[in-house]
């Protein structure tokens, strides 16, 4: 249980670090087919004290280019040739978020004081159940099938458990509270209302979506092989859209499997005498109502958008040399770039848990989500360069109907780890916010 303030000495956390940014390192983005690690010899490219982290970086001879504009080097490149759509983006670089994440702490060292759990979260979440409770309670005897239940299944249900989906996440990064036990009990409380049991599964994959970000058939945020060939068309990512909450739910278990631990039975059994003690006293439109309300969170609800993420349409396909505007939208590409994380600023981020700043929350996963904007503004030289969405519900109608986007739009890497998979690893030996370890 070491206190909050020891994060500043244990940046190992976070993943290694490089010497170079992103920017000196080229980006060399490869079709795949074959040959994603085949082709290209890594060169050394710094004085790393992480060789085996270093990225590999073909035509490193070449001078670098000077850069005219502060933050330059932390915009995204144009992607060419134009990605065609049979196939991911493949990328030879490392996620980028871990070099930010050093240069950042080196221009701001101050940045480490955002870190730490945020006490507000607890009663946020609180206040949410209840009024999941208290709806489900006030539609037990209302008809499944009127427009009654699915309006108020929409409106209150949907965003009601899309911000517990946001809380879950939050908690699993240990933000609610300082011990890792209270943020692991305090998820399968949160986890209620959804009606399914997912939050200690969740963590488990979502700490792999930090640290090996991209990376093909552990980070199982992205979509397989398989979705991309049969959700190719507008109708295809409609029905994506649509039933996202299903893709998220099933697809880690079908691409990456993993051991259910004591922390998922436990989960498991809380959820299901729960759903028994809701059926058994209020009966089972209240808990369809718990259900519906997590389709309608993760199917076309304007705050669902955050799963995917589009690029605004006047950007150019130049280096993004000034601020820009702006789940599909966390990392999907837009706009012939790059650039595989995406950050949205608007106005939903308060019924979210600010999820939208995922640039920032993936750069510092240890800062909760009333601090994001803090980081955001202590470092503009890192954020405004970056393109970001304008608009969430926009996101989603930009991947349905631009026929440049797909589920194709996403950097992928080959997976360097190792199989046996030591999933973060190490017992007990630190608490931390960010909970990129499991403890
Ligand atoms: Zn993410
Ligand atoms: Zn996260």
Redesign the pocket.
Known sequence: MAPVNDLRTRFDLFGGVEELPPSLRHRPMVRSDSSASSTESPASTSESDEPDTAATTPGLDEVPRPFKFPGEQWAPNVVEPKQDHGDFLWALNEEPHRSRRKAIMKAHPEVTKLMGHEPLTKYVVLFVTLVQFSTAFYLRDTAFFSWKFWLLAYVIGGTANQNTFLAVHEITHNLAFRGVRANRLFAIFANLPIGVPFAMMFKRYHIE?HKFLGEDGIDT?LPSRLELLVLKTALGKAFFCFFQIFFYALRPGIVRPLQPTRWVAINATVQLSFNALVVKTLGWNSMLYFLLSSHMAGSLHPCAAHFASLPPSHLRRERALTALLAQIA??YLFEGHDQE?WSYYGPLNILCYNVGL?QEH?DFPAIPWTRLWKLKALAPEFYDVLPSHPSWPGVTWRFITDSDVGMWSRVKRKSKKPSGDEGGGGEGKMVNAGGLKDE
């Open positions: 979506h945020d966390e990392h994380t995922h993936h």
